[in-house]
């Protein structure tokens, strides 16, 4: 495997490839550029948010994440479907990004509901349709960052602008990656092929609908940062009802280890390197293969950002309790959702 191939592996494949070797060094080989491969990742990525933060306002640098998250799956990730025609799923989730979050900040809870209905269950059909790729954790996740971290004015067309790039970088990337794929299904196809009674299609409304009623309920409640439940809800709700249960009990428990390490990690810090916690967090997850060790450091860059406004203490109890809190909603949700369809949907 040359050193080109072993950058494109991700964790867990490099951890593997590591641990198969017999050879002392080739094995020290292969840890060397695993090493190498998260760090470059972490400072392609710090730079590369940097740069869209300094173009298009630092209130923005969450859309450079959501860039980059899209353009990281773009880059090996296809829709299933002719690759000119998978150009206007890239255009129609962008679209959503530069409209549904903030449409969603601007109405009632109960309106915003709506506009989250139809926006997530638009992002599933243009992004999600081979499931194995998990694509739902990219773009819903950028819907609800970039709903979360809200801007208006000057700023909202800034985000605009940065995220018309954005689309068109991704665009780019796709093409140049993608052209020689071939597929006979066609963009229409999507909406065509939607049946409530696949699992496919089934998945898309639980999610939609956990995700959905997960934000409403935190807003009718006021709770701060509103999307971490929806985001816990989206990571937590897979389609099988059985892993769902699973997934929730991991993401409660390791959230809440990801928390206590996060209050030792800033107690022990000097105050002006606090901000280096989620860099910190962003190296950790690169060096994760699995979703436990995952939800720990994500929630670094999380509290880091968050204990500005709550302090830490505030914002640790508010990260376990919205966490715990939609990871139980949505296994409830969840059952609830798939035994309504069962009723409504059972196949003869």
């Known amino acids: 495997m040359t050193f080109y191939q072993e950058l494109q592996l991700n964790s867990a494949g490099s951890k593997a490839l590591i641990r198969i070797t017999q050879d002392k060094k080739e094995r020290m080989r292969h840890i060397l550029i695993y090493n190498f491969k998260v760090y470059l990742v972490v400072a392609f990525c710090f730079a590369a948010v940097t ?67 139809i926006c997530i269950l638009l992002l599933m059909l243009l992004g999600c349709h081979n ?13 609800l ?40 299904r066609e963009f229409k196809d999507l909406f065509h092929e939607f049946d409530p009674r696949s699992l496919r299609n089934r998945w898309y409304i639980k999610l939609t609908l956990c995700v959905s009623t997960v934000l409403l309920i935190a807003s009718l409640l006021g709770i701060p ?31 809440i280890l990801g928390c206590m390490i996060f209050l030792v990690i800033y107690a022990v810090l000097p105050k002006e390197l606090h901000p280096m916690i989620g ?7 690169g060096y994760s293969a699995g979703y436990p060790w995952q939800t720990v450091f994500n929630t670094f860059g999380a509290l880091s950002i968050a204990s500005g406004l709550f ?8 990260r376990i309790a919205t966490n715990a809190g939609a990871a139980f909603y949505t296994a409830l949700m969840g ?5 309504a369809s069962d009723r409504l949907f059972c196949r003869e």
């Open 131 to 143: 499931v194995i790729m998990s694509n739902h954790s990219t773009f819903v996740l950028s819907y």
């Open 225 to 255: 940062r509103a999307m971490w439940a929806g985001i816990a809800c989206m990571s937590v709700c897979l389609p099988f009802q059985k892993d769902l249960v699973k997934r929730a009990h991991i993401r409660w428990i390791y959230n």
């Open 51 to 117: 740069l869209f933060s300094m173009v298009f306002g630092n209130e923005n640098s969450i859309a450079g994440v959501a860039v980059l998250l899209a353009l990281l799956v773009l880059r090996q990730a296809d829709f299933g479907i002719h690759t000119s025609h998978g150009l206007l799923c890239i255009a129609g989730i962008f679209g959503i990004l530069m409209t549904g979050p903030r449409l969603s900040n601007m109405v009632s809870p109960f309106a915003a509901f709506f506009i989250n209905l």
């Open 145 to 184: 960052i970039l709903q979360g971290y809200d801007v208006s004015g000057y700023s909202w067309m800034m985000r605009t602008a940065g995220l018309f790039v954005g689309m068109l970088l991704c665009m780019a990337v796709f093409y140049k990656n993608q052209k020689h794929r071939l597929h006979k």
């Open 279 to 285: 860099l910190l967090g962003g190296i950790g997850v």
């Open 335 to 339: 059952s609830l959702i798939d035994r």
């Open 311 to 318: 302090g830490a203490a505030g914002a640790v109890i508010l």
